[in-house]
């Protein structure tokens, strides 16, 4: 996952979890999961888990 983190344009493509990294124009809202966990829910209704690094970084990158 490190080298398509590092390969894919970080402008598009952002790493949510150890495992998943999602389009960013895919990304239609983020939701609480249950105490300090979120989930990404992509516009065609999946949901991706979103690690607690991950939203953070999440929310500064989209200005949250």
Do not use: A
Not at 22 to 44: C, D, M, W
Request: hydrophobic share 35%.
């Amino acid at each position: 996952m490190t080298y398509y983190e590092q390969t894919l344009d970080n402008s598009l493509f952002f790493r949510t979890h150890r495992s998943f990294i999602i389009n960013l124009q895919h990304l239609n809202k983020i939701e609480p999961l249950e105490k300090n966990t979120f989930v990404v829910i992509l516009k065609n209704g999946k949901k991706v888990p979103l690690s607690r690094t991950g939203y953070s970084k999440i929310k500064e990158l989209l200005g949250i």
